[in-house]
């Protein structure tokens, strides 16, 4: 059964950095997606980051520059390094785990993720 466990969240002042992990346990080989989510009080839940088993990553406009989203295969380990952080960024930041697919031109695709850790939260100050 694949479980995710997030780790590395904490209050920050903007302009600060922090590094969230989530380690995948369950998993007998590499060939999923992982990816970060968050979500604000009163708001919907929003897709941060997502990285395929090559390394492909993917950012939502709102933090590209900002954030940097990495996976250690070996360790089934996912990372965000998130800096220049603004209070904007407060949320509960979840990641999550999803089965590759592929499209007709054999480019992964990552969606229908499936499987959810219970989240570290962010906060950052003013």
């Known amino acids: 059964q694949v479980q995710l466990a997030e780790s590395g969240g904490g209050s920050v002042q903007s302009g600060g950095s922090l590094r969230i992990s989530c380690v995948a346990s369950g998993y007998t080989d590499t060939s999923y997606c992982m990816a970060w989510f968050r979500q604000a009080p009163g708001k919907e839940r929003e897709g941060v980051a997502y990285?395929?088993?090559?390394?492909?990553?993917n950012y939502a406009d709102s933090v590209k520059g900002r954030f940097t989203i990495s996976r250690d295969n070996a360790e089934h380990t996912l990372y965000l390094e998130m800096n220049s952080l603004k209070p904007e960024d407060t949320a509960m930041y979840s990641c999550a785990t999803a089965e590759e697919n592929y499209n007709k031109y054999g480019q992964i695709i990552c969606d229908n993720y499936n499987y959810w850790g219970q989240g570290t939260q962010v906060t950052v100050s003013s």
């Open positions: 990285i395929d088993s090559d390394g492909t990553p």
